[in-house]
């Protein structure tokens, strides 16, 4: 678990400190695609909490569902139809319920 706040940390540092820009023109999809991305982060901390954390699944997942949820937002805007709606209420609930269990059961161990 130290590991992955070390590479958390990492991670925005380098984010914060490196001047990268994306076009305008793909903040759409690079948006989704990051939420996705959250909703899988959020998944593996409930998955560890549970101790059913599998690296296969958490991995297929984090980049499946990164993809999936791009090309859905492509796709609809090849066809001017917001397709992106269905990934962002889809991954916004899953992303709520997993902060709510993460959230209830750092809860209930200050409790204890």
Known sequence: MIIAFIGIIVGLGIGFYLPITFPAQYSLYL????????????GAVRANLDNKFDTVIFTTGFFGNAFLAGMLAYIGDQLGV??????????????????????RHFISKLRE
Do not use: C, H, K, T
């Open 31 to 42: 948006s989704i695609s990051i939420i996705a991305a959250f909703d899988s982060i959020f």
């Open 82 to 103: 917001p397709l992106y709606y269905a990934a962002i209420v889809a991954f916004g609930v899953r992303l709520f319920e997993n902060f709510a269990y993460i959230r």
